[in-house]
């Protein structure tokens, strides 16, 4: 079992910034991808993603250029650094980890999701 803990959410004013972090733990040897999913009132939407290496590198149309996602894998940390905020991002922010590196942009493809961090975009 792998357990993700999601930190860093919060209010915000459109334009600001927050970073997320996302803290594995558990058996977390091996590479594994980790991806960034967030969902408001509906659908779940895929944000970012980022594999083992951090070669490749994964965003939602929606956030390119405001958002970046890095890694550091002596923490097993994974963060989500989102600059320029709008109220369109106010969501509850997960993120979930795959061993596999392919269709990273599709959540039916995780095995371990965190719990969620809110995060309030006011405008």
């Known amino acids: 079992q792998v357990q993700l803990v999601e930190s860093g959410g919060g209010l915000v004013q459109a334009g600001g910034s927050l970073r997320l972090s996302c803290a594995a733990s558990g058996r977390t040897s091996g590479t594994y991808a980790v991806g960034w999913f967030r969902q408001a009132p509906g659908k779940r939407e895929f944000v970012a993603a980022i594999?083992?290496?951090?070669?490749?590198?994964y965003y939602a149309d929606s956030v390119k250029g405001r958002f970046t996602i890095g890694r550091d894998n002596a923490k097993n940390t994974v963060y989500l650094q989102m600059n320029s905020l709008k109220p369109e991002d106010t969501a509850v922010y997960y993120c979930?980890?795959?061993?596999?590196?392919?269709?990273?942009?599709?959540?039916?493809?995780?095995?371990?999701w965190g719990q969620g961090t809110q995060v309030t975009v006011s405008s």
């Open positions: 979930a980890t795959t061993a596999s590196s392919l269709r990273l942009t599709t959540d039916r493809f995780y095995d371990y």
């Open positions: 594999t083992w290496s951090g070669d490749s590198i």
